[in-house]
């Protein structure tokens, strides 16, 4: 995780899927080339691990992102490659976890939620 963040710069917007292979090339990529290169990473280490899509909630707004979940002893956790943390601190909404048809589903989702924002209030 922490390669990964260290030496991909961040790239968006990404026109496109990238592939792992090109993110290590290039060093270079969005939340989603990041995923795509952890979960090569992380699978040819052995690691059981899915492309998660959903909301991430940051500065006070609801941002579309990806992620990765890693299984740990039947336990899926949420890996953050982008900013280099397992667990992440931001607070995040997942829509699907997997690959393509999850990933055609969480498409649907965020179709629907252009400029959502969010607020804080004391508790």
């Known amino acids: 995780m922490e390669l990964v963040e260290a030496h991909v710069e961040d ?7 990238r592939s792992a292979e090109k993110v ?10 990041r995923v795509e290169l ?10 059981p691990a899915r492309k998660a899509l959903g909301l991430v909630a940051a500065d ?7 992620w990765v979940q890693v299984e ?18 931001s607070a995040r909404i997942l829509f699907a976890a997997g690959e393509a048809d999850a990933e ?3 498409g649907r989702w965020l179709a629907r939620l ?10």
Do not use: K, M, N, Y
């Open 72 to 89: 740990v002893q039947g336990t899926w956790w949420d890996v953050e490659p982008t900013e280099g943390e397992a667990p992440p601190r």
């Open 114 to 123: 252009p400029g959502a924002s969010i607020s804080v209030r004391p508790q």
């Open 11 to 17: 790239d968006r917007p990404l026109v496109g899927e």
């Open 60 to 66: 006070g707004r609801l941002w579309s992102h990806a």
């Open 38 to 47: 952890f979960l090569a990473l992380a699978r040819r280490c052995g690691l």
């Open 104 to 106: 055609a589903a969480a």
């Open 24 to 33: 290590w090339a290039e060093r270079r990529g969005s939340c989603v080339g």
